[in-house]
């Protein structure tokens, strides 16, 4: 493998990994949920990062996925 294939693979699997934990830090789903939101009410200003993630914890609580417990 020559330098700048070697550069360039690195670099992709650093892009990879750094989307894999954007997105299982659920950073990428409230940047998905912000921008719906502005996109269907531009008058209102976007929920604080807090207050999505109480809004998810209750929905997840009166809408149960099929889990065990």
């Not at 330098?3 to 650093?14: K, Y």
């Not at 950073?27 to 807090?50: G, I, K, M, Q, V």
């Not at 998810?56 to 417990?69: F, G, L, Q």
Request: aromatic share 8%; with cysteine.
């Amino acid at each position: 493998m020559t330098g700048s294939r070697a550069r360039f693979a690195v670099r992709r699997l650093l892009r990879g990994i750094r989307w894999y934990l954007h997105e299982i830090s659920g950073d990428a789903a409230y940047e998905r949920y912000c921008a719906r939101h502005l996109r269907e009410h531009p008058d209102r200003p976007a929920p604080s990062r807090r207050d999505y993630e109480r809004h998810r914890s209750r929905h997840r609580e009166h809408n149960p996925a099929s889990r065990c417990c």
